[in-house]
């Protein structure tokens, strides 16, 4: 019997459906990595600008709540967070929603963004309890879509932000450095941990530049097995913003490893695979690879 035109219409449309479904499965984060696209309203701050944000109640959040690990992966107690803590932690994003932070200088503006992606990071996981990964928290816009962070979550001088906009059209383009990878958390094993302390405006170069050498110099950063360079899937998504190729990365690799690390990527021009672990960054949770 054939078919009708419109059979073989909707037929395609699964098909097509399908194969989209599969590629993305097959490559996995890699395909949908978001480029830095600047946001040029974000651009706006004032060099002048004396003023500062307060992020004692994040502070006092962390100090409660994170656990560094004999492993060296920080994780966080999602399951123990109280409702008045819970709500304290609202209670703070809804204050960085009020601050003006186009009127700060860069360095204040560069702690205000970095803080707000991870309190609201942590919102989220909170509000969607109980999941394995945070990339189950499936409340982004789109058939496709992994995770929330394209759902537009936080209001920012009027305008409506995704964890996405914060990281990828602010702070990646703003301010074109590296290590702001390694500021960011997604709550998960594979990432760099959440620091101990909120960024601040005097420290958030010294900051990053320690959360660099310590992502770097653990295995879920960098790490050989059978003699292969495996270094974070981090480094291979965001190529662009370490050199843009694999030499590029194993330069920057370079400036932040210790010393033992540094004389065995010597003669490395690149590396040989990557891994990232997404098991959410709860207590009990163990990452994939042998420490």
Not at 154 to 175: F, K, M, Q, S
Not at 195 to 204: G, I, K, M, S
Not at 263 to 268: E, M, T
């Amino acid at each position: 019997m054939s078919q009708s035109p419109k059979t073989r219409s909707v037929q395609r449309v699964f098909i097509r459906a399908a194969v989209i479904a599969l590629f993305l499965l097959v490559t996995g984060p890699a395909a949908a990595a978001p480029s830095a696209e600047l946001w040029p309203r974000w651009q706006a701050h004032d060099p002048d600008a004396t003023r500062t944000v307060d992020h004692s109640a994040w502070g006092a959040f962390l100090a409660r709540y994170r656990e560094p690990g004999p492993d060296g992966i920080a994780r966080l107690d999602y399951a123990g967070v109280s409702e008045a803590h819970r709500r304290r932690l609202q209670g703070y994003i809804e204050e960085l929603e009020r601050v003006a932070i186009s009127e700060y200088d860069r360095d204040e503006q560069l702690a205000y963004w970095l803080n707000l992606y991870n309190a609201v990071t942590v919102e989220v996981v909170l509000a969607h309890p109980p999941v394995d990964s945070i990339r189950d928290i499936d409340i982004s816009p789109g058939w496709f879509s992994d995770g929330p962070w394209g759902a537009e979550l936080v209001e920012v001088e009027g305008e409506a932000l995704t964890l996405n906009d914060i990281e990828h059209r602010i702070l990646r383009p703003v301010w074109q450095d590296p290590r702001i990878h390694y500021g960011v958390n997604c709550a998960s094993l594979g990432c760099p941990n959440l620091l101990a302390d909120p960024f601040t405006a005097d420290r958030v170069d010294q900051q990053l530049t320690a959360a660099a050498r310590a992502y770097v110099n653990h295995p879920r950063g960098v790490g050989f097995n059978d003699g292969e360079l495996i270094v974070s899937s981090i480094y291979h998504w965001f190529r662009a913003d370490f050199g843009d190729s694999e030499a590029g990365v194993i330069r920057h690799l370079r400036r932040y490893a210790g010393d033992q690390l540094r004389s065995r990527l010597a003669d490395r021009s690149g590396y040989d695979d990557h891994r990232y672990d997404w098991s959410l960054n709860a207590p009990g949770n163990q990452p994939d690879y042998a420490q």
